[in-house]
């Protein structure tokens, strides 16, 4: 089972289908690495230059942007508290999370089968933390991404069944895994979904379960731990904090960022896998635990916190014809309702219902690309998730 370090993170980027969001910030003072970025730039600029967009609920209806004056003090420190009181804390707590999950696993695991409430108390401690990391991955740029430790943490989608098969054939080989030993395995086996696949496809857990359980749940918070304290040591250079007097590309790297999570949540855990728009494709986050409700509300929740952040509010007030900011507000709110109203898998709504999360999705989507980034004076990078 064990592969080589390097090609196991090729083949898992490939197998994953390149789906994990791959928005790229723009740089005023750097060429678009290809000519359809550069399309799209030059369109976002043209607008820009025309102080206009389309209304996001009227696609035909063009309203006047008045790109707000951010200082490059006020730009520093806006991006020094995204990074001490939003990025850090999230990261944070995934670590603290995936730690509580290896103590419970120590604890309960020393007994092998593990069934009843020992094994729900598992897979209760399981969803906290998924929920954990999908509040992070509102940060599509740094430490996390820059190895592709977001495939290890959490491999999605598995759009062939990897995982299933792969754990299983895993833990056949090594009844006895140890972390070291499974830190050198394939992303496939790793991680939220790994764990989720163990604590849940199974009424009971044996020994060589067991063992799985506490080394994933080990290599997991050693993996959180390393990007937590690498943010902490590098907050400045990751968001460009130093750089606000000659460049947005703090801002723009962040907010695409954002945008990121947004449409990658909005196309491979809603559109694709509840076919939407097309033929179904893919699964539902966390299907093996019936829990999508919870991973969508809480990237939900993440995103609302950041674009309602009263610091960042301030900065929107400072343009008083601008109404993005309460009309996302508004958004967000009436899909937090709704997602509280449907059922915890999602894949068990009716179609009208899971159609008007899209829709509600695809709102905010839309406020954001066509109102919020030309009222903050910043570019929509490229994402290969691209449109609303």
């Not at 600029?45 to 996001?56: L, P």
């Not at 707000?68 to 420190?77: G, L, M, N, W």
């Not at 000659?246 to 695409?256: A, E, I, R, V």
């Not at 539902?284 to 929740?301: D, F, N």
Request: with cysteine.
């Amino acid at each position: 089972m064990k592969k080589n370090h390097v090609l196991a993170m090729a083949l898992s980027a490939l197998s994953a289908g390149l789906l994990i969001s791959c928005v790229k910030p723009a740089d005023d003072n750097k060429a678009a690495d290809t000519d359809s970025q550069k399309v799209a730039q030059d369109t976002v600029a043209a607008k820009a230059d025309t102080n206009a967009t389309t209304d996001s609920n009227n696609p035909e209806q063009t309203v006047a942007i008045t790109p707000v004056k951010i200082s490059a003090d006020t730009q520093k420190a806006y991006l020094t508290h995204v990074a001490n009181d939003i990025v850090i804390p999230a990261y944070a707590d995934t670590a603290k999370q995936s730690a509580m999950l290896h103590e419970l696993a120590q604890k309960h695991c020393q007994k092998a089968p593990v069934s009843g409430v020992e094994l729900q108390a598992l897979r209760d401690q399981w969803l906290v933390l998924a929920q954990a990391w999908s509040s992070a991955e509102m940060v599509n740029f740094g430490p996390a991404t820059a190895s592709m430790s977001n495939l290890y943490i959490n491999y999605y989608p598995d759009e062939r069944g990897m995982i299933h098969s792969g754990v299983a054939d895993l833990i056949a080989a090594n009844p006895k895994l140890t972390p070291t030993q499974l830190a050198n395995e394939s992303a496939v086996v790793q991680g939220v979904p790994g764990l989720e696949e163990v604590l849940y496809a199974n009424d009971s857990l044996d020994a060589g379960q067991c063992a799985y359980v506490i080394s994933a749940s080990a290599a997991l918070n050693t993996r959180l731990k390393d990007i937590e304290k690498n943010w902490q040591d590098n907050a400045t250079e990751l968001l460009a904090i130093d750089k606000t007097a000659d460049s947005n590309k703090g801002l723009n790297q962040w907010f695409n960022s954002l945008l990121s999570m947004l449409e990658t949540m909005k196309t491979n855990a809603i559109d694709q896998p509840l076919g939407l728009t097309g033929k179904a494709k893919g699964h539902l986050p966390a299907v093996t635990a019936g829990q999508s409700r919870a991973i969508i509300t809480a990237k939900v929740a993440a995103l609302n916190k950041t674009l309602t952040d009263p610091v960042l509010t301030a900065i929107l007030a400072s343009n008083k014809d601008s109404k993005v900011g309460n009309e996302l507000a508004t958004a967000l709110a009436d899909t937090t309702t709704l997602l509280a109203q449907m059922p915890e898998d999602l894949a068990t709504a009716d179609k009208a219902t899971q159609q008007k999360l899209y829709d509600h999705l695809t709102t905010i989507t839309r406020l954001m690309k066509r109102q919020l980034v030309p009222t903050l004076g910043i570019r929509v990078g490229f994402n290969s998730n691209d449109g609303d």
